[in-house]
């Protein structure tokens, strides 16, 4: 069955532990606000002392250099700072990085190796032009990725055809495309290209 | 954003220990909705307890053919479980209706159940809310309403509940398994949120420092027709503006069993009881249905700017009934 454990189920993770608070003899409790925290990102590995405020999208931008996933709301609406964690999308903009510590982050810049041709998606986007400012265009494609693989694991979406089997991959239409990319907005309203460029790359 | 302590559990026990050793602590679901209220100054915790990696994460049919989901399951995958689309489509289908593919695969089953309202005053640490705020006043009585309460709201608030997944879980008579440093209980879905009265600090039953730990959905309603629709100003990552669940059942061209509940009308998923008393036995005529819709929305007391929600949960209503039955009627 497709259903995965908790977020963090890679070797990487730590022993699961009290990771904030020191328990001293006393038992008094020494509060902290930073934890050590170890994010594999794109394939590599990445040890930092994290405030607990801080979201998995600032530690992406601002320690990682990666600036491909965009903060448009900050609040979960938009879905501009779309990532994947452990192979499936979210929204890094609601994620406390700290609660991911073990965990694999893919980001639009992590879609290929080093030197490697563009992905698929992102060509798809560059041949039917679907963007025009671009500022969407990161969470767009990482979205459409995890929802090209939930479709192929059996995940229906609000306009799936009852008739579809239960727990069998789900085709695409384009209401399909349209519905499950709706976490997703466009302020430049690219989106007949998108839904295109998608329907490309599963066609 | 206040700084905060953080502390991952390895056990429910060892969860509720830590909870209770630091005051002002929160649970961690997803962190769908925590996260953002935190941003926003609504919520304030000293320390957050991490949920998610605790063993909840398991689906169990039970011998007496229900079936437990444990509060860590994802939104996502409880929609996509066979077991669910098969037996309990209601449930599928509302938790496909809300958020995003983004949201439903962080979102909990237990993180749902407990999100706080979507009002907008709530969200506002500059207005007054007695939700946020007991004795500040409630801005939105008198305010933008358009979204608010039309059942059972009171002089102190006019909120609605805005999950989608607990308006199904209240018709399909499902149960809420709760721990807490007493022991476990169990909260029947339809009881579960409570209605405002003077006390809209409360959304729930829970009591302090009590966890989730998953759902039931029982076999009295399993393998019954059932279904969920949801009306939104847009057509899809939207907030309900009224929908309705609900799961009939006609015998011998009599209906036999009806759970009926409305959602976004109320603090709480409405269980629509009279309705359902008036149908049980009745032919399921369109007749018998608009009899039994009006009887239940005779109680609405809708505010200056949203007596619309009133036919249009009537319209959801009479159509989902009309469907569930379609086979029977012919
Ligand atoms: C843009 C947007 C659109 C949305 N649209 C919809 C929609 O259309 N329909 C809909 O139904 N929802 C919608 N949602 C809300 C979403 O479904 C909730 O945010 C989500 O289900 C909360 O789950 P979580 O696990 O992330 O909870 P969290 O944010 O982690 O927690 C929520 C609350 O529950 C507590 N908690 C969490 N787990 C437990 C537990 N096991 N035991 C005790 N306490 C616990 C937390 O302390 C917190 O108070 C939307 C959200 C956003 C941001
Ligand atoms: S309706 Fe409830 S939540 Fe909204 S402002 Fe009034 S008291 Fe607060
Ligand atoms: S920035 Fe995360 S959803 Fe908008
Ligand atoms: S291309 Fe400009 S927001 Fe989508």
């Known amino acids: 069955m497709w259903i995965r454990g908790p977020y963090g189920t890679s070797p990487l993770r730590k022993g699961i532990h009290d990771m904030g608070t020191d328990i001293h003899a006393d038992g008094g409790l020494s509060r902290r606000h930073h934890s050590e925290t170890t994010l594999q990102v794109n394939g590599k590995p990445h040890t930092l002392t994290l405030d607990h405020r801080r979201v998995l999208l600032d530690v992406l931008r601002e320690d990682l250099d990666l600036c491909g996933a965009k903060k448009g709301c900050d609040h979960g609406q938009c879905g501009a700072c779309t990532v994947l964690v452990d192979g499936r999308r979210v929204n890094s903009c609601l994620l406390l990085a700290v609660s991911l510590d073990g965990c694999e982050v893919t980001t639009v810049e992590g879609l290929t190796a080093d030197g490697e041709e563009l992905h698929p998606l992102q060509r798809a986007f560059l041949d039917r032009d679907a963007f025009q400012c671009g500022y969407c265009t990161p969470g767009q494609i990482c979205s459409a990725l995890g929802a090209i693989s939930e479709a192929a694991e059996g995940h229906p979406s609000h306009v799936t055809d009852p008739s579809v089997p239960s727990g069998r991959p789900v085709p695409l239409s384009r209401d399909e495309i349209r519905e499950r990319l709706s976490g997703n907005l466009c302020r430049c309203g690219a989106y007949p290209r998108i839904a295109e460029a998608v329907e490309d790359v599963v066609r | 954003m206040k700084t905060f302590d953080y502390v991952r559990a390895a056990s429910v026990e060892e969860a509720a220990e830590a909870y209770a050793a630091r005051p002002g602590a929160r649970y ?290 009479l159509d989902v009934l009309t469907r569930l039955t379609a086979s029977a009627r012919t």
């Not at chain 2, 957050?48 to 939104?75: F, H």
């Open chain 2, 28 to 317: 961690l679901g997803g962190g769908t909705n925590l996260v953002d209220l935190m941003k926003l100054g609504v919520e304030r915790p000293a320390a957050l307890v991490d949920l998610t990696r605790l063993p909840l994460d398991a689906v169990e049919e039970l011998p007496d053919g229900s079936l437990r989901v444990g509060a860590m399951v994802r939104n996502s995958d409880l929609a996509a479980l066979p077991a669910v689309r098969d037996r309990w489509p209601a449930l599928s289908q509302a938790v496909l209706a809300g958020a995003s593919g983004q949201l439903r695969n962080a979102a909990t089953t237990g993180g749902n159940l407990l999100q706080r309202t979507r009002c907008p005053y709530f969200q506002d640490v500059t207005k007054p809310c007695n939700k946020r705020e007991p004795g500040s006043g409630c801005g939105a009585r008198e305010g933008v309403h358009r979204d608010h309460a039309v059942l059972g709201h009171s002089a102190q608030c006019v909120a609605t509940h805005p999950s989608d997944m607990a308006v199904a879980l209240a018709a399909l008579d499902a149960r809420v398994e709760l721990y807490g440093v007493e022991g476990t209980r169990e909260v029947a879905a339809a009881d579960f949120h409570r209605l405002p009265g003077d006390r809209p600090d409360l959304d729930t039953e829970i009591r302090p420092g009590e966890i989730v730990t998953g759902v039931v959905l029982p076999a009295s309603t399993a393998g019954r027709p059932s279904a969920y629709r949801k009306a939104r100003d847009r057509a899809s990552y939207a907030f309900a503006l009224a929908s309705v669940a609900a799961v009939v059942r006609v015998e011998s061209g009599v209906v036999a069993q009806a759970g009926i509940a409305f959602g976004a009308l109320a603090h709480r998923p409405w269980r629509a009881r009279r309705a359902e008393g008036a149908l049980v036995g009745a032919a399921p005529t369109d007749d018998a249905f608009e009899h039994a819709v009006d009887l239940e929305l005779a109680a609405a007391e809708p505010l200056r700017d949203n007596a619309y929600k009133v036919p249009l949960a009537r319209a959801l209503a």
